[in-house]
């Protein structure tokens, strides 16, 4: 082991120089680090987003309606959408199936109609696993508004909650009461009359000035559907399977159907994904190219200081590879110094940001800011301490190659 | 023991041609041998090359029967490390190392357990007279404290022949007496022999045998 001892020792050599070095690998720990948190809590939340938003985990369609603009129509549903809720529901990975019906239709005051998009959910099931009566508070806000609750769940109930766009469009408070209009697979036009459970803020301008939400028995009675569902959102109770569950969950659900995970579909996720990891990505790059320049030139500069002893160790029967290693084993211990060091200043830059409670701006084509909690993932840590690790043993090799390939007799007459 | 055959290693340098030339000699086992010269006459030159430091264009480096200088250098390092061990002018001790330590490296070098290591680097220091000195790094010895550790390193392998390029030289005389009684001592109680550049003659006087360079020749 006398190469790591002999590279520690050369490490504490030139203290200043270790400490100037250990700066700028600590400065690029804690930027990747906390990058990469920042990156994590992103990307957690708009998974989330996604996933509570009415995705669920998997999606159970009919095939080619992601191709189609049938999706909004009854006709291409699934025919009998509810007894194969239940019996997806019997599935050990399954925590919960969410049966859906996406249509469209008028709206009507009696003076005024409206075209909306609608969605009709289980009204009981739904709330408990899905974001969708989250925004009601908002809406309770707005104009009308006062008294904003979520469906019924009572099978006879015929209620609606608005978006609060369509609300004011329609003139109509919480309480009032609408008709809507659809119509039924065979093509008739059919009516139902709601009241008005509730206001909702969907924090997307196009979204509240169009949708509105019913229970499924509403929607049933407005377009006749019977037991068919225009799709299925299922709940797993390990969501990282989604992938591999899927396929077996369509073919669990019957012929005609397919299964997509969760971000096949959540495209907003995708996008930002793709965005953020180029943006950070270049970031990196730089980074890289940063702290690959500064250890090089640390540690070419500590070959250069010490030629004379270099040729000794090489005239006394030192191998040139060993020496190679002997500047792999300065750059580790460089790299783990800073990784530590970096840790720490990271734990302490996250607790110290998260305290602060800092609001962040309303990320694009959403309406609300949230607060900036960079969370603590440690597969980002430990990528920050490898990625580091990794471009300091590259930039320990040049050093590393000087050293194993001095001329004794040179480096020996060397001052 | 150590055979030089026709070794020649020329620099040219602005048309001037200086080294070594047609050098043979043999250094037998257990000899203090002195290789003397004035400044210039190719000692170094000489030296590096019967160390396997260097190659030269003409000749052979033969050690115990071998013909060493042909070897690819991951051979020439192992025959360094096994057979050779080297002192120089300016002592070249690792200054991170404490003295224990720069003794105990050949010997780590060859694999050898830290135990095991430690008790013949320990040894070989208590011999040197440097028993109490074990800790020290080479910058808190002083100049005649640190070429005994190097003799010490150089000696802790138990090598067939150290070479050592003015020994003497950054000692005082008070020191460079004694070092040589030192090397003189060890080379008869190891059987180990020394081939030592000077031009001081208290190492001459010390020597069972001299060559004498003179422009890079043999006298
Ligand atoms: N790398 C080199 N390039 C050119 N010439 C060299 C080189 N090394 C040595 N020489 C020349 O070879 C000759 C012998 O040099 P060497 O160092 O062997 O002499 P020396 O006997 O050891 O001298 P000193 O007693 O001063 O150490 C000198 O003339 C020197 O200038
Ligand atoms: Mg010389």
């Known amino acids: ?415 | 023991m150590l055979n030089l055959r026709h070794i020649t290693r020329a620099y040219e340098l602005g048309g001037e041609r200086a080294g070594v030339f047609d050098i043979s000699l043999h250094v037998p086992s257990g000899t203090l041998a002195v290789l003397a010269g004035p400044s210039g006459s190719g000692k170094t030159t000489l030296l590096q090359v019967a160390g396997l430091l260097d190659t030269a264009e003409v000749g052979e480096v033969v050690l115990e029967g071998r013909v060493v200088s042909t070897l690819p250098e991951r051979e020439r390092c192992k025959v360094r490390l096994h057979r050779l061990g080297f002192v120089f002018q300016t002592f070249n001790l690792v200054p991170v190392l404490s003295a224990l330590e720069n003794v105990m490296l050949p010997l780590q070098l060859q694999g050898v357990a830290e135990r095991p290591a430690r008790s013949r680097a320990q040894g070989i220091l208590e011999r040197v007279g440097l028993g109490d000195r074990l800790q020290h790094r080479p910058g808190q010895l002083s100049g005649g404290q640190q070429q005994r550790t190097a003799i010490a390193r150089a000696l802790v392998s138990d090598p067939i022949l150290v070479l050592a390029d003015e020994p003497t030289a950054n000692l005082d005389h008070a020191h460079g007496g004694p070092l040589m009684a030192l090397m003189a001592e060890l080379s008869r109680e190891r059987g180990v022999s020394f081939l030592a550049a000077s031009h001081d003659p208290t190492v001459i006087s010390r020597a069972d045998v001299v060559f004498r360079l003179n422009d890079g020749r043999l006298e």
């Open chain 1, 1 to 415: 082991m006398i190469l790591p001892r002999l590279a520690l020792r050369n490490v504490l050599r030139q203290k200043r120089r270790t400490l100037l070095t250990l700066l700028v690998l600590v400065a690029g720990y804690v930027a990747l680090a906390l990058a990469g948190g920042f990156m994590a809590q992103t990307f957690q939340g708009l998974a989330d987003a996604a996933i509570r938003g009415g995705i669920g985990h998997v999606q159970i369609l009919p095939v080619g309606s992601l191709e189609s603009d049938e999706g909004q129509s009854l006709e291409h549903a699934l025919p009998d959408g509810e007894a194969m809720a239940a019996s997806l529901r019997k599935d050990p990975a399954v925590l919960e199936v969410l049966p859906r019906i996406a249509f469209m239709g008028l709206a009507s005051n009696g003076t005024r109609s409206v075209a909306f998009l609608g969605t009709a959910v289980d009204a009981e099931r739904e709330p408990r696993f899905m974001a969708i009566s989250d925004r009601l508070a908002d809406g309770a806000k707005a104009p009308g508004g006062v008294g904003s609750r979520w469906l019924s769940t009572d099978p006879a109930a015929r209620e609606v909650v608005l978006g609060i766009g369509l609300a004011k469009s329609l003139g109509v408070a919480v309480g009032g009461s609408l008709t809507l209009m659809s119509t039924t697979p065979d093509g008739a036009l059919n009516a139902v009359d709601v009241a008005v459970a509730g206001l909702q803020d969907l924090g997307l301008k196009e979204l509240n000035d169009r949708s509105l939400c019913v229970s499924l028995d509403t929607a049933s009675a407005l377009m006749n559907a019977g037991p068919a569902r225009s799709r299925l959102s299922v709940l797993l109770r390990h969501p990282e399977a989604a992938a591999q569950e899927g396929p077996r969950l369509a073919r669990l659900a019957g012929s005609g159907v397919e299964a997509h995970p969760w971000f096949e579909l959540a495209s907003f996720y995708r996008q930002v994904k793709l965005l953020y990891f180029a943006i950070f990505g270049f970031m990196g790059l730089v980074l890289a190219l940063v702290v690959l320049l500064a250890t090089a030139n640390t540690l070419l500069m500590s070959v250069m200081e010490r030629l004379r002893e270099l040729g000794t160790l090489r005239a006394v029967g030192m191998p040139p590879k060993s020496l190679l290693a002997l500047l792999q084993w300065e750059g580790a211990m460089l790299g783990l110094a800073g990784s530590a060091l970096g840790l720490v200043i990271t734990l302490l830059l996250r607790f110290a940001l998260n305290a602060l409670h800092l609001q962040m701006p309303a990320p694009p084509g959403t309406s609300h800011g949230y607060e900036l909690n960079i969370h603590f993932v440690p597969m980002v840590y430990l990528g920050a301490f490898l990625g580091l690790q990794a471009v300091i043993q590259v930039s320990a090799f040049f050093p590393g190659l000087k050293a194993a390939r001095i001329r004794i007799t040179e480096a020996l007459r060397h001052v």
